[in-house]
């Protein structure tokens, strides 16, 4: 049973920071990607960040590239998205979502097409102007 649960997500004010922590079982599995999703109400879901548990490559929506970064800790099984430079459009729930590499390349998890396999529970983010 592979669990994904986020937590970090807050009321902040435009220009501050968050970071979102996922922590996940997912590391029993050899070749994964944990990609950040995110939901604002309305509208549809948005791939911003991947990144490949074995490679520690990551990837990056145009929205938040250049403010968002990816990161892990393998000695504490979580996956972290480091959130700068905040904005009110950035407001949503944010979803840490994996699936494995077989099915499609890590990159592919910012494509709304992609559907991966295991979903966390959501944390919100909401930024005031």
């Known amino acids: 049973q592979v669990e994904l649960a986020e937590s970090g997500g807050a009321s902040v004010q435009a220009g501050q920071s968050l970071r979102l922590s996922c922590r996940t079982t997912?590391?029993?599995?050899?070749?994964?990607?944990v990609i950040w999703v995110r939901q604002a109400p309305g509208t549809e879901r948005e791939g911003i960040a991947t990144?490949?548990?074995?490679?520690?490559?990551?990837f990056y929506a145009d929205s938040v590239r250049g403010r968002f970064t990816a990161s892990q800790d393998r000695t504490k099984n979580t996956v972290y998205l480091q959130m700068n430079s905040l904005k009110p459009e950035d407001t949503a729930m944010y979803y840490c979502?994996?699936?494995?590499?077989?099915?499609?390349?890590?990159?592919?998890?910012?494509?709304?097409?992609?559907?991966?396999?295991?979903w966390g529970q959501g944390t919100q983010v909401t930024v005031s102007p």
């Open positions: 979502a994996a699936f494995e590499r077989w099915l499609y390349p890590c990159y592919a998890g910012l494509d709304k097409s992609t559907s991966p396999q295991y």
């Open positions: 997912i590391y029993t599995y050899s070749s994964v990607c």
């Open positions: 990144i490949s548990l074995e490679a520690d490559s990551t």
